[in-house]
């Protein structure tokens, strides 16, 4: 079977911009960079995207996100910045190692477009829909 792209990542048998790593953490430049600064921060072990994640490597994923956040505002002069996670091909993963992007935002015209379709509120449905998801176990 084929590697894994990130995996190979990690093992440094492909090369990589790395800007953060830790025991259990790679951060490393996007290389198609959505917006200068592009940042994806992966767990070193093989997890298949945010669904399948358990929350100790959630934690280790996320601990060093608001310093990498913050240097990379720094670096790039961005005026804010998009975390993402697509979980999912319906959901735009391509790569099947989970990873957070970070995405430096410096106005509309960026690069990246999100685009929230706003629906009027049915506070019976979401009253249900949350009990359904508190009670889930
Ligand atoms: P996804 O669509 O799965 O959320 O994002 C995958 C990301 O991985 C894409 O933004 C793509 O540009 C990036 N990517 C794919 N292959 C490589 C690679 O070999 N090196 C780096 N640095 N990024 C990659
Ligand atoms: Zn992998």
Redesign the pocket.
């Known amino acids: 079977m084929e590697k894994c792209?990130f995996c190979q990542?990690v093992a440094g048998d492909?090369p990589?911009?790395k800007v953060y790593e830790d025991e259990h953490v790679l951060a490393?430049?996007?290389?198609?960079q959505?917006t200068k600064g592009h940042t994806?921060v992966i767990p070193k072990k093989h997890v298949r995207n945010l669904l399948d994640m358990d929350s100790e490597t959630a934690q280790q994923v996320f601990a060093p996100i608001p310093q990498l956040a913050r240097r990379l505002q720094t670096v790039t002069g961005a005026s804010g910045l998009n975390m993402l996670n697509?979980s999912e091909a319906v959901a735009?993963?391509?790569?099947f190692h989970a990873?957070i992007?970070l995405i430096p935002r410096f106005n509309d015209e960026d690069g990246l477009t999100i685009d929230f379709k706003t629906n009027e509120p049915n506070f019976e449905q979401l009253s249900q829909l949350a009990k359904a998801i508190t009670n889930e176990v």
């Open positions: 792209i990542i492909i990589a911009s490393f430049l996007d290389i198609t959505v994806l697509n735009g993963q391509t790569v990873h992007h």
